[in-house]
């Protein structure tokens, strides 16, 4: 799976766009781009994944540049609520045994009044 | 639908203790997974299943053995507890269709003295 890089923190005002950055420069032509967040404390919860095209679904959108080095994943109206830490990684989603997921430190979200 | 279930939420276990963790999915998901998470890092992967019946290590299974002997619950076991298996244990299933995403359970915060 490729690495990741992303910001460590990222500070956010309730009813913004929080906007979240992910560099994947070695990424494959087969490789995906998936975002979890994990709330203080629960399971970690898949947000959204994409290949090339920008991807939106009711939680956020996902969008990767052209030479899909590098993402940007957007909470349009952020809450209280998305304060969370957000993961991004890039897999292929089937190896022929499991799609397992390989977890970096991801970017704390903090979403303030 | 529960989707994944975790037992127990917290557990103490003095050095060399043994315990089970039972995680149970009702979403009929062929794989699962479990990790663990150690304050300030992310998620590690311990052991993995494809399937009833069959189980692979992950990234970090020393000291842990699985169990899937019914589609719907896969097992962790430690034999001989130790201070450094203190964690947060979380179990993640997922099934065949998809992209592969995996829905996490609430987690375990197991500490062993």
């Known amino acids: 799976d490729a690495k990741t890089t992303q910001p460590t923190s990222m500070d956010c005002a309730e009813g913004r766009a929080a906007n979240l950055p992910c560099n994947h420069s070695t990424i494959s032509g087969n490789e995906y781009v998936y975002w979890y967040r994990q709330i203080h404390s629960q399971g970690p919860q898949y947000i959204i994944h994409g290949l090339k095209n920008n991807e939106t679904n009711e939680m956020a959108s996902l969008i990767i540049t052209e030479d899909r080095k590098s993402s940007t994943l957007i909470l349009p109206h952020a809450t209280l609520r998305d304060t969370a830490v957000y993961y991004c990684?890039?897999?292929?989603?089937?190896?022929?045994?499991?799609?397992?997921?390989?977890f970096g430190t991801g970017t704390r979200l903090q979403v303030t009044l | 639908n529960a989707g994944v279930t975790q037992t127990p939420k917290f557990r103490v276990l003095k050095t060399g203790q043994s315990m089970t963790l039972l995680c149970a999915q009702d979403?009929?998901?062929?794989?699962m997974y479990w990790y663990r998470q150690d304050p300030g890092m992310g998620l590690r992967l311990i052991h993995y299943?494809?399937?009833?019946?069959?189980?692979a290590k992950g990234e970090v299974p020393d000291g842990y053995n699985v169990s899937r002997l019914k589609k719907q619950n896969f097992l962790l076991g430690l034999e001989s507890a130790a201070p450094s298996q203190t964690s947060v244990y979380f179990c993640?299933?997922?099934?065949?269709?998809?992209?592969?995403?995996?829905?996490f359970g609430p987690g375990t915060r197991l500490t062993v003295t």
């Open positions: 979403m009929n998901h062929e794989y």
């Open positions: 299943s494809v399937g009833e019946g069959t189980t």
């Open positions: 993640a299933s997922s099934g065949t269709s998809g992209m592969g995403e995996q829905y």
């Open positions: 990684i890039v897999r292929v989603p089937w190896t022929g045994t499991a799609s397992k997921l390989t």
